[in-house]
């Protein structure tokens, strides 16, 4: 079973030189500021998933929490989205059903722009245009966003491999691209926009933190090699420790989960759980141990990071991607190289509070990752759409 084909980094942590970069100031009042140029956003989600997700969906949380964050700063918001859906903002289903089980299949997710993009239109027509698009739906609206009026900023949720970076270096600059760490800002072909780096939100508040820890260490996620499952079996084993795995098997992915890993699921040791939401995927990672994040990819964030450390849990993850953006080496988890120093690690979890595992996710507050966010609106509104002129929306 391979992992995913990268290009080389561009130079990581070091951003394209083309692109001129901001990021939401670490610290100041920004928290539960107002905006003081609202902006009339249609947040365009993926048509997979409802949001908030009632399971797996990264995008999904993102969202729930970008949303409420700019309503309450202020912002007017449409959320473009699967049914099912709650949010701050307004609630604007496109399709008649979610589709979790076709993720990127193109029927649903053609469906879905085509009609956001008509509703897009509709408000302009209406007097009550939009001031920008902002993007997290694939890779439609980007392609297609220099054959429409309004500016569109993109979030960037996948890595830049192979068929990305090349996806990204044709179309990349019809929009503003936003990463979600400088790590995956610094795999950005030369085609792309990137405009700014902004870190994804959690919002702390709403996890319960874990003071009295269980003995088992916990792994979550899609099954896929790349996020290494299999390698956190061979850590729980090298350790000593339990291990529950929860999460996800999506298409295409059944072979590597039958080979890899269902032979060592045995109940006690190793336990699988499927895949887990709410209350009870909040328990596992309070009661957890450590979490354990055995990546060989450049990941681009890793919600279950933020996630883990918010719920007081600290993180041990092989030093790639977005982890030493995330993992303060000894203060809330550790960044290790291989599955042996991983193994290792896990006998000195115990130096680390999880008091300050929370403390360190909370500079991903919603509210600051908003204002982020809103910086970046400001600039796609003065800048206009690629090809429009900024005048044909009303500024
Ligand atoms: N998730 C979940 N239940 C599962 C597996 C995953 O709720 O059984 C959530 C997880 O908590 C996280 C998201 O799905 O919020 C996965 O996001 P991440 O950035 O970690 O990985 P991605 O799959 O987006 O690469």
Known sequence: MTEPDLPDPQGALQLPQHNAVQEPARDGPVERERNAHPVRVAMLAPPWIPVPPPGYG????????LCDALVERGNDVELFCAPGSHSKATVRPLLSAPHPEAIERSLFEADHVARAF?????????GHPFDLVHDHCGYTPLAMADRQ???LVHTVHGPFDRDTSEFYDHHGSKGGLICISRSQAGYAPAGANVVAVVHNPIDVDAWPVGYQKQDYLLWLGRFVPEKGPQRAIKVAKAAGRPLVLAGVVQPGHERFFAQEIEPHIDGQQIRFVGEVGGARKQRLFADAYAFL???????PFGMVMVESLAAGTPVIAFNHGSAPEIIEHGKNGFLVENEDEMAAAVERTAEIAPADCRRSAERFSPHRVAAGYEAVYREAIDRGAVGHAVASHGR
């Open 149 to 151: 009026e309004l500016p």
């Open 58 to 65: 990264g995008i999904e949380y993102v969202l729930t929490l």
């Open 118 to 126: 008509a509703a897009f239109d509709e408000a302009s027509a209406s």
């Open 293 to 299: 994040m055995p990546i060989t990819w450049p990941e």
